[in-house]
């Protein structure tokens, strides 16, 4: 089964920033950036980014180089990010909302970084690296030497344009690389399909380190419009909102937890900020329907919200659907839609055949946002980037790991990951699938399901569920629970969190509620 995308032409050079450039020549006093009350236009911003370019180029990281990047969310990241491709090199971010230990090991993971930009504020976060640091500030009368336009270095759509980290969740973080082409083609795509322009303006509320922030940040620029910054390592929803309330931004990016707060938020104040954004894009992990439901539905909600689904290893987005078809469809399960522009997704069984239409199989994507592959890897086409023919042509694809199907109105539906399933008490079981049976009973706001182990050492399904008032019985959730699953699928326990912690990407953090029950475990067990 395949699933295709629009063919759009692109450029003979698709290059991110020559778009932005484009964007300089034709209002070159717009404004390009907006943080705590300061304006930069996007000639201000273009001429510190040309002049940091050249700063790099002087000092041999040009084309190829990688350059890591550890900075808040101010007007010096997005110079970093601009002059860092202008120059022909590839960025890696660092997030400083991470912990240090994590930040050192992903540090052991780039090969051959060539420098990283920090700020006093972050430095030291990153001072284990092999790599020079430099502060934009204090060499800034260096950079004020240096020609304020665009340096004359060859970049073309095969170059890399970012490499960013996979989450690390079933083990060792892997550096994964992106092409100008695949990023140009996404941002090409959300422009012409959605309608973006200058008006498009834009709030980043995820975390630097996140796949989809790359995207977020680049958006606004590649459409000429402008890009709010929240004044805040980690994501404060007051702020947050009181942005989208003061300011005409019309268009957020963020992972689907995000959004619940979000929308939390502003239920809970009756405001209307978030509902008279033209979009939000969002994903990035099961969609939790109902957390939304009564919020898209209300009166005078005018927000489209996209639902997308994609990988880091290829360019973040792959699909969007949009969410309104839901609410007058018959699906369990939420689609993730239709292609994007120049992208395939082949559903394919274990031998990397095509499954038949309706059939579950291995969701793979294919087309220019497939990326270069994991840096210090054997290469591009290692386990998960595969070659196979398709109509007698070779067809460079990526592996998900993911499972899915398509819908008789040909819409992609993500069921849940390959590897997900958990073995308790000798059956095979996928936690999403009870996560989504506990969202739809009353009373329960969100759950995340997990496989916790006793002090005894035995493996039982937990359910963390965040009541709407009142705590919930744990025989009450588990004979409603009986009504819609099998016994072995129903958790062992259920435990009431007065909310489900999120990671930097903005995810559900299993593991920090695992730890905190074991935890219990082990004092429980000391006590006695």
């Not at 400083?96 to 006093?120: H, T």
């Not at 095509?354 to 291995?362: F, S």
């Not at 099998?486 to 903005?506: D, K, Q, T, Y």
Request: glycine letters at 8%; charged letters at 20%.
């Amino acid at each position: 089964m395949i699933l295709e995308g629009k063919r759009v032409a692109l450029p003979p050079k698709p290059v991110v920033h020559h778009r932005f450039e484009a964007n300089v020549a034709a209002a070159p006093d717009a404004v390009a950036v907006v943080r705590a009350g300061r304006q930069v236009t996007y000639a201000e911003l273009d001429a510190r980014a040309n002049q940091f370019a050249h700063f790099l180029i002087a000092r041999g990281h040009g084309r190829g180089a990688l350059v890591g990047i550890c900075l808040d969310y101010t007007v010096d990241l997005l110079v970093a990010i601009l002059g860092t491709i202008k120059a022909g090199a590839a960025y890696v971010p660092f997030d400083p909302a991470y912990p240090a230990e994590r930040l050192e090991l992903l540090l052991g993971q780039v090969p051959d970084l060539a420098l990283i930009v920090a700020s006093p504020a972050t430095a030291e976060m990153v001072g284990s690296a092999k790599a020079d640091l430099v502060d934009l500030d204090r060499i800034a009368q260096e950079l004020d030497g240096l020609p304020a336009t665009s340096p004359a270095v060859e970049v073309t759509g095969d170059d890399l344009c970012y490499a960013v980290f996979t989450s690390g969740s079933t083990g060792t973080p892997k550096l994964t690389a992106v092409r100008h082409e695949g990023w140009f083609n996404l941002m090409n795509w959300l422009q012409l399909e959605y309608g973006l322009d200058n008006a498009s303006h834009n709030l980043v509320v995820s975390a630097f380190g996140f796949d989809l922030s790359q995207r977020a940040l680049m958006t606004p620029l590649f459409c000429g419009a402008t890009q709010h910054l929240l004044a805040s390592r980690n994501f404060d929803a007051m702020m947050a909102y009181r942005v989208l309330k003061d300011h005409d931004v019309r268009v957020v990016h963020c992972a689907s937890s995000i959004l619940y707060v979000l929308v939390d938020w502003e239920r809970a104040r009756s405001g209307d900020a978030l509902s008279r954004l033209d979009y939000i894009l969002f994903g990035g992990e099961a969609l939790k329907a109902e957390r939304l439901a009564g919020w898209a539905r209300r009166e005078g909600n005018t927000c489209t919200l996209l639902h997308q689904y994609g990988v880091a290893e290829c360019t973040d987005v792959a699909t969007s659907y949009d969410l309104a078809d839901y609410w007058r469809a018959d699906h369990e399960i939420p689609p993730v839609g239709l292609p994007a522009y120049n992208t395939d997704i082949h559903l394919l069984d274990e031998e990397l055949r095509p499954v038949g239409a309706g059939e579950h199989g291995e969701i793979c994507i294919a087309g220019a946002g497939v990326g270069a592959g994991y840096l210090g890897a054997a290469g591009p086409e290692n386990a998960k980037f595969k070659t196979v023919e398709v109509d007698g042509a070779a067809v460079r694809l990526y592996r998900t790991g993911d499972r899915g199907f398509v819908t008789e109105s040909g819409e992609l539906i993500v069921a849940g990951r390959m590897d997900a399933q958990v073995k308790v008490r000798g059956m095979r079981i996928d936690p999403t699938d009870i996560e989504r049976a506990l969202g739809r009973l009353a009373g329960i706001r969100e759950a995340a399901v997990a496989v916790v182990h006793t002090p005894a050492g035995d493996a039982e399904l937990t359910a963390f569920i965040v009541p709407t008032r009142e705590e919930l019985t744990e025989d009450e959730v588990r004979t409603r629970l009986l009504r819609t699953l099998p016994r072995n699928m129903v958790p062992a326990r259920f435990v009431n969190v007065l909310r489900l912690p999120l990671s930097p990407h903005g995810k559900v953090d299993r593991p920090a509620l695992v730890a905190a029950l074991e935890k219990s475990y082990a004092h429980s067990s000391t006590a006695a």
